[in-house]
């Protein structure tokens, strides 16, 4: 019995840390990027920037930039050199007229990031593709705020069965 009430414990640890956790990162961050829908019209394209409150739950918005403003998109992943802006994703990111730049999204590999850039670049330059959606990347935050914390506690759990019969030894 010792043992459910231990189990059940450490559940649900986990489940107020990952509560938590989501909750202050939500109000500390802020709104984070969530992707992006273009459409074509005969009068003109639009492109509709999409942002996310509290992963999505509640707060959603959006904003448009006519599709004649943007000029490119690029995307940067973290560099590892003394002094570089540090990230735990690759960005996506639409250069406007203005010089400005939008964040579009967030990936968590590379080859991600490179893709959609490259997606919304092909669609800015043939005007016979209709409609565009560039999504964010979903495995990152199920990774980072579901799973880790989850294996991190069994991985505690595991030292501390090894420990026990270490010494029973």
């Known amino acids: 019995m010792n043992s459910r009430k ?17 909750w202050a990162l939500g109000a500390l961050m802020g709104p984070t990027d969530n992707g992006m829908r273009c459409t074509r019209t ?9 942002r996310t409150t509290f992963f999505g739950l509640f707060g959603n918005s ?8 943007i000029r490119s998109a690029t995307y940067e992943c973290p560099t590892n050199s003394v002094g570089a802006r540090h990230s735990s994703a690759c960005a996506v990111f639409l250069t406007v007229a203005s010089g400005d730049r939008q964040l579009v999204s967030s990936y968590a590999l590379p080859n991600q990031a490179e893709a959609a850039a490259k997606r919304i670049n092909n669609y800015l330059g043939d005007r016979s593709v209709p409609s565009l959606e560039v999504d964010d990347s979903v495995a990152t935050p199920v990774l980072l705020y579901a799973c880790l914390p989850v294996l991190v506690v069994l991985g505690g759990m595991g030292i501390g069965l090894l420990r026990r019969r270490a010494r029973r030894s």
């Open 6 to 22: 231990s189990i059940a414990l450490v559940i649900s640890v986990v489940v107020v840390a990952m509560v938590a956790s989501a």
């Open 42 to 50: 005969a009068a003109g394209g639009s492109c509709e920037l999409l």
């Open 62 to 69: 959006a904003f448009t930039l006519p599709e004649s403003t």
